[in-house]
Nanobody, 115 residues
Framework: QVQLVESGGGLVQAGGSLRLSCTAS????????MAWHRQAPGKQRDMVAI???????NYADSVQGRFTISRDNVKNTVYLQMNSLKPEDTAVYYC?????????WGQGTQVTVSS
């Protein structure tokens, strides 16, 4: 079993920055995929960014050029650096990891961007 704990959310003004972190603990042999998703009120949960074990990344069009995903395989941690934040980035952000073929979700962290 793997547990994910997120941190770094909060309230920020438009144009500001935040850095989210998510650390996995438990029975871990190798995390293939690390990703961030977000869910705004009344909307579906959407992928924001994904990073593979080899470091390949992919981003949603809406955050391309503003957000950067990275990972530390020693610490089993994934990061999301969010710059030039916009009010439409307001959502609950969830980390997601795949370890030995099983997906795990974090509890979510609120990001609120004021205009």
């Amino acid at each position: 079993q793997v547990q994910l704990v997120e941190s770094g959310g909060g309230l920020v003004q438009a144009g500001g920055s935040l850095r989210l972190s998510c650390t996995a603990s438990g029975s871990i042999f190798g995390i293939a995929i690390m990703a961030w998703h977000r869910q705004a009120p009344g909307k579906q949960r959407d992928m924001v960014a994904i990073i593979t074990s080899s470091g390949n990344t992919n981003y949603a069009d809406s955050v391309q050029g503003r957000f950067t995903i990275s990972r530390d395989n020693v610490k089993n941690t994934v990061y999301l650096q969010m710059n030039s934040l916009k009010p439409e980035d307001t959502a609950v952000y969830y980390c997601f990891m795949i370890e030995r073929g099983t997906g795990y979700w974090g509890q979510g962290t609120q990001v609120t961007v004021s205009s």
